[in-house]
């Protein structure tokens, strides 16, 4: 019987991927942008989190923002009606993630040589975004009080790539059984660097600290 030959598929497209990352980060970083990638599960509240963010800091910083979905322009149209700042959309037409060349090819299509600062709004997904490296500069991971803090045992890459994490809807805390302490320390076991902001993004509360963070790292970052 000839022998199968079997061929490592996903570990070629993964390392093409970072190769293509690398790549793009070394442009931002020559271009003096900073790119944050947000991730989480559909319904965390990511649009409007980002609203809320670049209302605080467009005064600051030259925004731009990428909204992925797989159809539809419905963030997109959102984002750019309530706070003004250039907002592009890209649609995947069926992938449930975005790689590196995609977002290259959005930075471009964006017009990157105007920006500060560019938002990366991936697509609603606790598994693929996280396995595929788009180059970004940071990786913003959203946990919203309803999904519950058993999130991060449950998903475990999706923790390990972020930088920095917010947990959102902390209003809706007395309806929900949520436990910042064993979210963190699930988090802490997989991501010693990691950061931690509760927020409501409806209420303010926690909403000043997570921007001036932003506006820190990205302020660091252009002057180096």
Do not use: W
């Amino acid at each position: 019987m000839e022998t199968i030959k079997v061929l490592k598929v996903k570990q070629s497209v993964l390392a093409n991927n970072d190769s293509r990352a690398n790549e793009l980060r070394n442009e931002l970083r020559k271009k003096n942008i900073f790119l944050i990638n947000v991730m989480s599960s559909p319904g965390s509240g990511k649009t409007t989190l980002l609203v809320n963010l670049i209302n605080r800091l467009k005064q600051h910083l030259r925004i731009g923002v990428m909204e992925a979905d797989m159809d539809a322009k419905v963030d997109a149209e959102t984002v750019s009606s309530k706070t003004g700042v250039k907002t592009i959309q890209l649609n995947t037409t069926g992938e449930c993630h975005l790689d590196a060349k995609m977002t290259s090819e959005g930075v471009a299509g964006l017009g990157e040589d105007e920006f500060d600062l560019i938002f990366l709004e991936n697509i609603g997904n606790l598994v693929c975004p996280a396995e595929f490296d788009t180059g970004a500069t940071l990786n913003l991971v959203i946990l919203s009080v309803p999904e519950g803090d058993d999130k991060p045992i449950k998903y475990p890459l999706m923790f390990t790539v972020g930088d920095a994490f917010v947990f959102t809807k902390i209003d809706a805390l007395s309806l929900f059984d949520f436990d910042f302490k064993k979210a963190e320390e699930s988090i802490l076991k997989v991501n010693k660097e990691a950061k931690f902001f509760p927020v409501s993004a409806k209420t303010d509360e926690g909403m000043d600290k997570l921007a001036s963070y932003i506006l820190e790292v990205v302020t660091s970052y252009k002057n180096q």
